[in-house]
């Protein structure tokens, strides 16, 4: 059973710890809240493991290098 559990968790690590946490959070919680992440839990599990990568636009990675860059000439020039 364990080598079937980590099997599953494998496949998408953070919708996995995703819909653990979520597991959780409908154990403990009631009335409208549990409703709504029990709704939530429902979706997620059946579409699970979903895109298992995570797709950024090349422009998010050009902006943080540019604004690193920006930081470290004002450092530069300024000290």
Known sequence: RLPERLSWWSRNPLAALKIGGDIVLARISTGRVHRAVAKRLAREQAIYPG?????????????????????????????
């Open 51 to 79: 895109d298992i990568m995570k797709r950024w636009p090349v422009g998010t990675s050009v902006l943080w290098v540019t604004l690193f860059l920006f930081a470290y000439l004002m450092v530069y020039y300024l000290g």
